[in-house]
């Protein structure tokens, strides 16, 4: 090649920009010769050289770029405006300067630092739009590197790598690889146009079989570069387009008589004569339009790709070349539906010690697995998520969890993978591919996957092939245990090594799998074994040249599937979730009667949906682009572990590296596989999913709950204070704010400088919660009080009724202040815009972004249904924003829209947190939005899937320091108000969350837990139980929320925020803003995990990235340049009509494409006074010549009559709110021009449309009506997805559809002229049935359309079709939605039904007759009697018990079914005996029902602190007993509670207190069930003995056997230590043997304990004291450890006068003395018989003597209590979940009452006085009556009343007051320190004493307390004792949950390998 010359362009540096101009390069020409023979070497040899210089030329701080180099085009381009381009290089004003075609590119850039190199168009093509699998793509093109020849390029091919070049935008990698197939790899353009961006051919079964076969042989050597994208390109000769697969993105066209074709992304870009028009065509989805100018013709798509498809003989290729699974089924000799036998020997799931080994929990079994199996989709949660992240979670979380998947917003959209499922694809080719640069048939010897998920059969035949010399190798990645830790690393280097060795061994498939994974080895993480491997084997150039499949037990989720797929699986077998799926089908468990092979079915059927679903949130169309795609960020993962296994992929705060991880691995190994297992099963319920005591960390957990409640509800600033504090303590676990710390100043400035409350509250806004995800009382309090305080409420996407926003009383207005308009356009009017001071644009929504909703018909209630402009009992769905919301281009469009529909409300856009969310930003403030809100990943929602809750988006934190960063850096924060939300609780969060850039504030939980809300997170099942989330007018009636609770949370909120601003030392709160410099990583580190996160980059300091830069908020105005618009003088010649003095105006303009919006503002003049109501029609009527330009006529009000002669762009009558709107061609077009064949109309016409009239005359593009609710509409001809959830109105379609028409249609009808027959192949046939054209009402409503139509428009086609009317009705179709009709049906009946009960009230019955209309027939006589059957009247006890447990309904019991209120056996009886109180038979019969009533809380208060002390899994367990699993049932009780037949007995049950149902209803009878599971398992006989397996050689003494001597005896002993019990009493048990009598607690049952622990080999010691017999120090010296578990035992006394006589007892006397001589021995006992009998207390022990006195038959009892009467219910210092201090009627009182005639309690008495007999012996008790009343500071004091001396008979007092402390000898004789309590003193919330190795627990320790109490006692403090024995402990901390934090292995003496399920504090 010689250099022939360089040239220097002349350009004008005077048009470009400031910013432009700094960076304007230096622009030279250079002209090439070569020596060459032929154009094509030239060709290869400058595309050679280009690619050289490219690579070897830039250097710091040097750009260099070859904008073209090509023999036929020339590329000006640079970082300007198209006006600039043109004047900036004088080229193109050179008349001599001439070309055969022109490709014009001007871009909206996102990009928010442009450069004069990223401007389009590149050197083949001009893209807009977005490739959302580049990363995927790109690494695959590096991969193959390792397969590619050239014989053109020959060894020089190499100099062409990289093939895509780095730091350039997605459209330029694009062009690099379309200018390689051409050029290297023998492809024309077309056809490598073809290859990159096929169409979606895989569902398409109207397709061609030749391109079928063309699209699938060029998916075998590449994978489509999918996105929302239109493509132009030109190679000189050629210039052409093509559309993405779903065709979002807007491509119109010209032809003219002249010659020419125009084609741009809109019409009415260039002035064409009308006359000169023959042809107005649309780009179609994923079709190609072709012009060749030397042949000097268009081709068109189908004859253009009919030609590529016939240069090869693909389908021959792929009939004798490509293999799938049956064939390699077929080449065994098996069907591909055979079963195998995929139990390998495992125990039932139950036992199954792999499931802890890879993290399983039961809730995933639970919520994830079963809903697999049984409905074939995963399953649906609520309310977003709370829990902590991976990188700060102490539960070991899979490796998966640390990745948050990514997803579409603004740039480009989302894809509804259920509707459009037809552009969907989960095929994918797997194996060796072959050289791309060559077409062959060698392309195709690949194994074709229908699907990415395998079954175990599936796998074995893989495994096994020698099909066609395909071979596979499996390698294991497991590592020994011996290896501990320290194993990781090397096994991931091992696994890569030996994936390369079997590529170069020539295997074909590479199988990864865990499979050894058990006792002897750990398995690596599946994800970052096919991470490493993946891009192991890219570096080495082998990746391509073998597929690779896992088989692992660990992924069970979609999010495990998907992020397996996105980092390089090719397939995934996931074993462990088949194989205890069919353990639980083995058992009958799953409730489905189904085969294996079935089982595995609906697993694929499951995952397949999820996969897809979560591809369409990114945009991505088909697995294959998927596939290694790297779509996710990785939160708190390091660079070191990015590196290895994750290359590329984000990381932004480094965080947890390969030590930390291998750690967390050998953890669950013990976890599972440990000598010592102790409570490692328990461990099976961490609560991931939901809150649980003692799991995983929530930040909604019920304390905080409780005490926000009280706060709102009665101004309890000191309960503000404990939330606050609860809060922030939940927020450190959980949140990365929480690892952040203030920098406050040393003086804090005086609050009454700071700014006041009433003004920081008006920054914060409630989030967008719609009025059905919301019952009408919690939105409307919503709105309420946001309005009292002067701030906003959001609507939500769910519209708001207009008598909300038109009542405009200040004190009491439900105005949501925010409109919002969302995806679904539900209720979205011209009146609903106008009447708001914002209007928020929803591109995302935290809990699910890039996910659409659903709002199922049963919940459109008649005030929904009208409301949202819709029909009640027709379900709504809300799509994914993919409909005006393509691009960051029709974002701008539709914030202009907005702004013109109401100029003086703020626009704002929703976007939620992820990588680059930045960037996105600054495009929309580029766009004009005048406020942005980043939310957070962890928002709530009413419904979503599992994954979109837990897996998707990012913490807040990162996106809105990024985005004020970004906006900071670009000079365009000044324009932007930014607001935040996600799991906002307190002030901290506010000030953090402003100090990162955040202006406002949006809360959305923390308000509706003030209104009532108790996070039950059962939003979806329309069964709140407070009001808050349902639609159920029975559950509405329980909403109790007032405005005034949630004003008060505001208000104490921003009273907190003050106290910070003081103490950092700002005024106003917008001196806090983006102050990141006041921040700084917390002193206190949460875990080594929190302490390897950087927080560098979200801590920078935006103005020291750009000083100077204004950053206030909103301060400079954005310019709509609304002054300049045509609605101006609209308005203004139609003010007479809009102000009432004149009737009617007609109006005529000129318009062009540069009007947008047309007639919008001139909707918001008349809706803002009219309202929905509008204007009478006609009123003013508009007359447009020209072209509309995008969202012509949006949101036309009632009464505008506008005729466009023209074509318009998209959008047309966008949310048109009754207006009519026609359009029509030019009348001056050629008389050959037949409309019906020509596009007039643009994409996404009548979208959201709730009335009104749109008759087009020509065709319209694609998605037409979508969203459409109210409109009439006619059209000749429509494209693809027409009238997709459409759910009212009604569409006439004069011509063709395109596909997926009525796709989500709900409601409405469509009638469709289908003269060729082909409509029902492309209709979506889910939710419609097509119907002739019969009924009088359809034909009437057509003709009367069809004649007004044609009077408007002049439609040649409707004059036929009504010329030749009853011929044509024979074509015609109706598209009838099922929902409708039900709905329909549903009205009509409830009409007959009114109709019915009107005329019985008049006297006559009305029945239904045939067609609908209602007769009345005569009235039968009252006394007319109902015959009945005799055998019906026989009631079958069995057969209706057997009906009621087949139809209880579990999710609605608590509604349904009261609680049981006899748990006792009769009281008339029952006093008479010693037996149990309890009526076990009654109580287990009815106790599936009372199963029945328990709400499976998400936050089940009833094991909070205020509920079970133990954390007893309550709703775990009754959900067991309802499914008749008691097994099970028991397996999940015993995991928390030792002794459950003490507790099911005698426990007071705190637990139903805290209970959520008991807020408005009576609580769950939990103590009842658990009883009934202990005794049912003991009567069973599965309860038996378990000696622990492993002997520590540890010995401990425990003094004391009552319920805490007992539990850490049973605990140490599991644990495998020596324990020896010494008791000091004859018997073993405490006060459970000797405090509690035996009616209460059956002595049996104390005693079978005893021996079962004793055959555990627990030693017992009775008639032993501590202290005395023994001296408590030699026992210290001769043990390892001793806990004092002695109880509380010395009795509170009551010294007043008379103190000594006889007859006076304490309680503990009474009841010991009796229960020893009952039990046999030979003692002396108190004896009540005949006695007038007093007890003095209450509680437990006084209701005991009560009852025992009565069985002793005393003459009277009389019981002393000297508080105040407990009222009936709470008192409002008494809020829920606190105990219930309400009067309770307990056995004792009952049994009295029965007997003596009345309650035997007196409240309010004080005993003043015994009185004597002169014997010495009692005889009666003076007393005084005492009142009690609060003091000023709150405490509380008692007085005596006056004159109130009374005095009372007896011969028998008992003392029940309590206990003051443990006995002090054994204490003193070790010397333990004591408390002021006189208990033995430890650590808060720990057991170990003063002196080394004594712990104390139970009462001793706490003081007087519960039985349930002293348990728990006994197992923390077993725990500890264990943890300082061993250095680790695999005992349950709270909650019978294992802490893992960091796991050792200790060695047994002969099992060296074993290792332990153990934890260190």
Same mark, same amino acid.
């Given at each position: ?121 590149? &050197? ?379 590529? @170069? ?113 990114? +945009? ?92 709102? &509800? ?142 199922? %018909? ?378 019906? @064949? ?65 796709? %989500? ?239 099911? &007995? ?11 149902? +008991? ?139 008379? &103190? ?113 007999? %002169? ?120 909650? %019978? ?25």
């Amino acid at each position: 090649m010689k250099v022939l010359c360089w040239r220097d362009v002349p350009v004008d540096k005077s048009i470009p920009g400031q910013v432009a101009l700094t960076v304007e390069p230096y622009i030279r020409q250079v002209f090439i010769t070569s020596s060459e023979e032929g154009l094509e070497a030239f060709q290869r040899q400058i595309y050679l050289l280009r690619k050289l210089t490219s690579r070897a030329i830039p250097g710091e701080g040097l750009r260099f770029y070859l904008a073209s180099l090509s023999l036929d085009t020339v590329v000006y381009k640079g970082q300007l405006t198209p006006k600039q381009l043109w004047e900036y290089f004088l080229d193109l004003q050179d008349p001599d300067y001439e070309t055969h075609l022109a490709l014009v590119h001007s871009r909206f850039s996102t990009n928010t630092f442009p450069s004069w190199e990223r401007a389009h168009p590149h &050197r083949y093509l001009a893209h807009n739009g977005e490739i959302n699998t580049l990363r995927g793509n790109e690494n695959l093109m590096r991969a193959r590197e390792g397969v590619m020849m050239s014989s053109k390029f020959g060894d020089k091919l190499k100099l062409l790598y990289p093939v895509v070049e780095a730091d350039m935008p997605d459209s330029a990698k694009v062009d690099n690889v379309l200018e390689f197939l051409i050029t290297a790899g023998g492809r024309s353009l077309p056809e490598a146009v073809m290859t990159m961006v096929p169409e979606a051919w895989q569902n398409d079964p109207l397709m061609d079989p030749e391109k079928k076969d063309f699209y699938r042989w060029a998916a075998f050597a590449m994978e489509p570069w999918d996105g929302p994208a239109l493509l132009t390109f030109s190679d000189g000769r050629y210039v052409g387009a093509i559309l993405d697969r779903n065709g979002l993105r807007p491509s119109r066209y010209y032809i003219t008589k002249s010659g020419y074709m125009v084609m741009a992304s809109e019409v009415g870009v260039l002035d064409i004569p009308n006359e000169d028009v023959t042809q107005k065509g649309r780009l179609q989805p994923g079709r190609m339009l072709l012009v060749d100018t030397v042949v000097g013709e268009v081709t068109k798509d189908e004859e253009l790709k009919q030609q590529i498809a016939r240069q090869r003989p693909v389908g021959k290729w792929l009939k004798e070349q490509a293999i799938t699974l049956k064939d390699l089924y077929a080449a065994r000799g098996l069907q591909s539906s055979v079963t195998m036998n995929g139990d390998s020997g495992h125990p039932p799931v139950q036992s199954d010690l792999r499931l802890p080994l890879f993290g399983y929990s039961l809730e995933h079994l639970n919520l994830l697995l079963v809903p697999y199996a049984k409905n074939k989709k995963e399953a649906l949660g609520s309310m977003g998520n709370d829990a902590a992240l991976a990188c700060l979670s102490q539960n070991t979380p899979l490796m998966f969890e640390y990745f948050k998947q990514l997803f579409a917003q603004v740039t480009n959209p989302p894809i509804d993978p259920i509707r459009e499922s037809i552009v969907m694809s989960l095929a994918c080719p797997v194996g060796p591919e072959a050289n791309i640069l060559e077409p062959s048939e060698e392309q195709c010897q690949r194994l074709f996957l229908d699907r990415p998920i395998l079954t175990l059969q599936d796998l074995s035949v893989i495994k096994t092939t020698d099909y066609r010399g395909w071979k596979t190798k499996t390698i294991d990645t497991t590592f020994p245990v011996t290896d501990g830790a320290a194993g990781l690393l090397p096994a991931i280097d091992r696994i890569c090594g030996e994936c390369s060795q079997g590529v @170069e061994e020539g295997y074909r498939l590479l199988v990864l799998s865990d499979r050894q994974a058990g006792e002897q080895r750990v398995p690596v993480s599946s994800l970052m074994s096919i991470g490493a491997v993946h891009h192991h084997l890219i570096k080495t150039r082998q990746r391509l040249k073998v597929g690779l499949i896992l088989e692992t037990g660990e992924a069970r989720e979609m999010h495990h599937f998907c992020v397996l797929v996105g980092f390089g699986a090719d397939a995934i077998c996931p074993y462990l979730l088949y194989e205890s799926l069919i353990s639980l089908n083995d058992q009958n468990l799953l409730g489905i009667d189904i085969t294996e092979d079935e089982l595995q079915q609906r697993v694929i059927q499951a995952t397949s949906k999820g996969i897809s679903k979560v591809m369409a949130k990114m +945009g991505i169309s088909t697995l294959h682009s998927y596939k290694g795609a790297q779509i996710f960020e990785a939160v708190g993962l390091s660079k070191e572990v990015i590196d290895k296994c994750f290359i590329g992929c984000a990381s932004r705060l480094d965080g947890v590296n390969f030590k930390v991880l291998a750690q967390e691995t050998i953890a669950r190994h013990q976890l599972a596989y440990g000598i010592r297992s102790a409570d490692a099963a328990s461990h099976l319920e961490p609560g991931w999913y939901h809150w649980r005591d003692g799991g995983e960390k929530h930040i909604n957990d019920p304390t905080s709950i409780a005490h926000l409640q009280d706060a709102t &509800r009665n101004k309890n600033q000191s309960a503000y204070e404990k939330y606050s504090a609860s809060q922030q303590q939940s927020v450190r676990s959980c949140t990365l704010r929480g690892q952040l710390d203030f920098k406050f100043i040393d003086q804090p400035l005086d609050l009454s400088e700071i700014e006041p409350a009433a003004n920081i509250v008006k920054r914060f806004v409630t989030g967008a919660m719609s009025f059905g995800s919301l019952s009408i009382e919690a939105h409307s309090t919503l709105a309420r009080a946001m309005n009292r305080i002067g701030a906003k409420s959001n609507t939500g996407e769910g519209g708001e009724n207009a008598d909300r926003y038109l009542v405009k009383d200040p004190k009491n207005s439900a105005r949501s202040a925010i409109k919002q308009v969302a995806s679904g356009r539900f209720g979205v009017t011209s009146s609903y815009l106008a009447n708001a001071d914002e209007l928020q644009i929803k591109m995302a929504q935290g809990a699910k972004p890039g996910e659409g909703g659903e709002l199922p %018909g049963h919940k459109v209630t008649d005030d929904i249904a009208h409301t949202r402009h819709s029909v009640p009992w027709v379900g709504l769905i809300s799509p994914p924003p993919h409909h005006d919301i393509y691009s960051i281009e029709d974002l701008a469009e539709l914030i202009y829209n907005l702004k013109c529909a109401n100029p003086v409300a703020r626009i704002s856009v929703k976007l939620v947190s992820e990588v680059g969310v930045g960037v996105i930003a600054a495009g929309v403030a580029k766009g004009k939005a005048e406020h942005i809100t980043i939310s957070g990943h962890d928002g709530g929602t009413g419904a979503s899937t599992w994954t979109g809750i837990k897996h998707a988006g990012l913490p807040w934190e990162l996106g809105i320091s990024e985005t004020h960063q970004t906006l900071v850096l670009n000079d365009l924060r000044s324009r932007v108000k930014l607001q935040t939300d996600g799991q906002l609780r307190t002030g901290r969060d506010v000030v953090i969350a402003g100090m990162l850039g955040a202006d406002e504030f949006a809360f959305s939980t923390a308000p509706l837990i003030a209104m009532g809300c108790t996070m039950m997170r059962k939003c979806h099942l329309n069964t709140c139980p407070v009001g808050v989330a349902t639609q159920d007018p029975e559950l509405r009636k329980k909403f109790e929320g007032q405005p005034e609770h949630v004003v008060n949370f505001f208000f104490m909120l921003a009273e907190e925020i003050r106290t910070y601003m003081a103490k950092l030392g700002a005024r106003t709160f917008q001196e806090l803003i983006g102050r990141t410099d006041l921040l700084k990583r917390a002193d206190t580190v949460l875990s080594e995990k929190s302490q390897l996160l950087q927080f560098d980059k979200v801590l920078t300091n935006a103005l020291e990235m750009r000083p100077g830069v204004n950053i206030i908020g909103g301060s400079v105005k954005q310019d709509f340049a609304l002054e300049e618009r045509l609605d101006n003088q609209l308005i203004a010649e139609a003010r007479d009509v809009i102000d009432g003095t004149s009737k009617q105006c007609n109006i005529k303009v000129d318009a062009g494409n540069t009007v947008r919006a047309f007639a919008t503002t001139l909707s918001y003049e008349v809706a803002r006074k009219y309202s929905d109501e509008g204007l009478p029609d006609k009123s003013i009527n508009i007359e447009v010549k020209g072209h509309g330009g995008q969202s012509f006529c949006a949101f036309l009000s009632k009464g505008i009559h506008v005729e466009l002669e023209g074509d318009s762009n998209d959008y047309v009558c966008k949310g048109l709110s009754g207006g009519t709107v026609v359009i029509y061609p030019p009348k001056d077009l050629p008389a050959e021009f037949k409309s019906e @064949e020509n596009i007039i109309v643009g994409n996404v016409c009548l979208y959201g449309a709730t009335s009104g009239k749109a008759y087009f005359r020509g065709t319209a593009a694609e998605r037409f009506c979508v969203r459409n609710s109210g409109a009439t509409a006619i059209v000749e001809g429509v494209g693809d997805h027409g009238c997709e959830y459409m759910t009212g109105g009604r569409v006439i379609i004069l011509g063709p559809t395109g596909r997926n028409f009525a796709a %989500g249609m709900s409601g409405g009808f469509a009638y469709i002229f289908n003269k060729s027959g082909t409509f029902e192949s492309l209709c979506n046939m889910e939710m419609v049935a097509l119907e002739p054209l019969v009924k009088d009402i359809d034909i009437t409503f057509l003709k009367e359309h069809l004649q007004e139509y044609v009077t408007y428009t002049g439609s040649e086609v409707a004059t036929h079709i009504l010329s030749n009317l009853e011929e044509s009705l024979k074509y015609f179709v109706k598209v009838f939605p099922h929902e409708y009709r039900r709905a329909l049906k549903s009205i009509s009946t409830q009409k007959a039904k009114e109709a019915q009960k009107r005329g019985v009230e008049n006297g006559l019955v009305t029945k239904p007759l045939q067609n609908g209309s209602i007769s009345p027939v005569a009235k039968k006589s009252k006394k007319e009697p109902s015959v009945q059957d005799i055998e019906a009247t026989i009631a079958d006890t069995e057969m209706e018990q057997k009906m009621l447990d087949k139809a209880l309904d579990k999710t609605r019991g608590f509604m349904k079914y009261h609680r049981q209120r006899k748990p006792y056996r009769p009281a008339e009886t029952r006093y008479k005996d010693w037996g149990e109180i309890y009526n076990h038979q009654v109580v287990k019969k009815e106790l599936k029902m009372q199963a029945a009533r328990c709400m499976d809380c998400g936050t089940p208060f009833c094991q909070s602190e205020t509920g079970c002390p133990l954390g007893n899994i309550i709703p775990t367990w009754n959900d067991l007993v309802f499914k008749d699993q008691w097994k099970e049932a028991l397996e999940r009780l015993l995991a928390t509670n030792n002794f459950p037949e003490f507790t099911g &007995r005698c426990c007071p049950a705190p637990c139903e207190g805290a209970c959520v149902l +008991g807020i408005n209803a009576p609580a769950v009878t939990i103590k009842n069930i658990e009883c009934t599971i202990i005794d049912h398992a003991f009567e069973q006989g599965w309860i038996k003995p378990q000696p622990p397996a492993f002997r520590t050689g540890k010995k401990v003494v425990v003094v004391g056997s009552g319920p805490s001597g007992l539990a850490c005896a049973a605990q140490l002993n599991k644990a495998g230590h020596t324990v020896t019990v010494y008791e000091r009493n004859d018997r073993v048990g405490g006060l459970l043997m000797y405090g509690i009598p035996t009616m209460k607690m059956s002595k049996p049952a104390v005693l079978r304990r005893r021996e079962l622990m004793e055959d555990e080999g627990v030693t017992f010691i009775t008639g032993t004291t501590i202290g005395k017999d023994i001296d408590a120090r030699e026992l210290l010296d001769s043990n390892d450890a001793i806990v004092m578990c002695t109880g509380a035992t010395r009795p509170r006394n009551l010294p007043i006068p008379g &103190r000594d006589l006889e007859g006076i007892y304490f309680a503990i006397q009474f009841l010991e003395g009796w229960q020893k001589n009952q039990l046999g021995n030979l003692n002396e006992y108190i004896d009540a018989k005949g006695k007038d009998v007093v007890v003095i207390g209450g509680g437990d022990t006084g209701c005991d003597c009560i009852g025992t006195s009565l069985r002793m038959d005393a003459k009277s009892i009389t019981s002393f209590e000297i508080l105040t009467e407990p009222p009936p219910t709470r008192a409002n210092d008494n809020p829920w979940p606190t105990w219930p201090r309400i009067l309770r009627v307990d056995y004792g009182h009952e049994e009295v009452k029965i007997k003596h005639g009345q309650d035997p309690r007196l409240f309010e008495i004080m005993s003043e006085e015994f009185l004597d007999d %002169g014997a010495g012996n009692v005889t009666g008790i003076r007393t005084c009556q005492v009142s009690w009343t609060k003091d000023e500071a709150g405490r509380w004091k008692m007085a005596k009343v006056p004159d109130t001396t009374k005095t009372f008979k007896a011969d028998l007092v008992l003392l029940a007051m309590g206990f003051l402390g443990p006995e002090e000898a054994v204490v003193d004789q070790l010397g333990l320190d004591k408390d002021p309590r006189s208990n033995i003193k430890s650590s808060k919330g720990k057991f170990r004493t003063s002196i080394p190795k004594v712990y104390a627990a139970g009462d001793c320790h706490r003081g007087q307390s519960l039985v349930v109490h002293a348990i728990n006692e006994g197992r923390q403090a077993a725990r500890e004792v264990d943890l300082d024995l061993m250095g680790q402990t695999a005992l349950a901390g709270p909650g %019978g949950i294992v802490i893992q934090s960091t796991l050792h292995p200790i060695t047994a003496p002969d099992q060296q390998q074993h290792q332990q399920p153990i934890a260190v504090a």
